[in-house]
């Protein structure tokens, strides 16, 4: 799960975070209700659960400068459908798989055009909203917008973990999504941190999810961090090997057959960060900047 390529050395995106970003976040889609008619963003879950897993990430947010090519891009990829949030506000999409929601996207206006304000953040469970802000703050993190109870959604808050890399924190109104025996196609299947720092980074988020770590053997004398919680892996944590690449929290989905998915992407002037290796021949992955410049992994799982 979430492994990457080792040896590649192929450049094209810098995750500096431009806090202005969470900003627009907070004020279009996520804290709108400063806004003469809130928009009510659905729940993470359709149905109501009495489910807590604490640790995955449950929810994801596309935050672009192009909402109507990068729609197009991912209906045309994975079968998705964007509808507008509210009939009213064609700002804020709804992302459904097979008409249920996975996610949000809302377009923002680049606050500065040598970086790039396009990115995923993904959504945490955690027990305690507050209990896990006041965690990050003791531990070097940054809460960047305090814990909100939003109609729909829950608890939420939004982090920087000590390295900077955006994350958010939520408490689900209706539980959290049930886990599934095998990995939905072009659904998402979790969550990879990159850092500079493997060993500390999951001291600190350990601290939030309670993480059993598993280190995986990836060859050449490196290992990976694989983050379990009850027993199920909930994410996964890469070392950054090149210079000019930032920590960040990378998605996942998982696909059919990864090559097919990449030959698509070629029409809409998205770019190929990573190309499969050839470490994981039977779950090959890749890494992509969709148009507007948003990473986000893929993992080829076949039944």
């Known amino acids: 799960m979430l492994y990457i390529r080792k040896d590649s050395r192929e450049r094209g995106f810098q995750s500096r975070l431009c806090l202005s970003l969470i900003l627009v976040l907070f004020l279009s889609i996520i804290l709108s209700s400063c806004a003469k008619k809130q928009i009510l ?3 993470v879950t359709p149905d109501l659960t009495t489910e807590k897993h604490v640790g995955k990430f449950v929810w994801y947010d596309l935050i672009t400068h192009d909402l109507q090519s990068t729609s197009r891009f991912y209906e045309d ?8 949030t509210s009939p009213d506000d064609n700002s804020v999409r709804t992302i459904l798989r097979q008409g249920v929601p996975i996610g949000n996207a809302a377009q923002v206006k680049p606050e500065n055009k040598d970086i790039n304000e396009s990115r995923w953040i993904g959504y945490m469970s955690v027990e305690d909203v507050y209990m896990a802000a006041a965690l990050i703050e003791l531990n070097k993190g940054t809460i960047y917008t ?4 939003l109609p729909n959604r829950g608890r939420i808050a939004i982090a920087l973990d000590p390295e900077g ?19 939905q196609k072009n ?3 979790g969550s990879e941190l990159w850092t500079t720092d493997p060993k500390g980074s999951f001291l600190f988020y350990s601290l939030l999810a309670r993480y059993e770590l598993e280190l995986v053997d990836i060859g050449a004398d490196q290992k990976y961090h694989l983050l379990n919680r009850d027993g199920k892996p909930r994410a ?7 210079d000019d690449v930032k920590p960040n929290w990378i998605p996942y989905l998982a696909v059919e ?5 990449l030959q698509k992407t070629e029409k ?3 770019q190929v960060l990573i190309h499969p290796g050839t470490e994981y021949q039977e779950n090959p992955v890749a890494i992509i900047a969709d148009p507007s410049g948003a990473v986000f992994g893929i993992q080829q799982m076949r039944d």
Do not use: C, H, R
């Not at 990829?77 to 507008?84: A, T």
């Not at 305090?146 to 109870?149: E, Q």
């Open 146 to 149: 305090k814990p909100k109870d």
């Open 257 to 261: 057959d990864v090559m097919a998915v």
């Open 165 to 183: 890399a955006v994350f958010a924190l939520i408490d689900a109104e209706n539980g959290d999504p049930p886990d599934l025996q095998t990995p």
């Open 236 to 242: 996964g944590i890469a070392k950054i090997l090149w």
């Open 268 to 270: 809409y002037g998205s």
């Open 77 to 84: 990829l994975f079968g998705w459908s964007f509808v507008n």
């Open 41 to 43: 963003v659905p729940p």
């Open 187 to 189: 659904n998402w299947i």
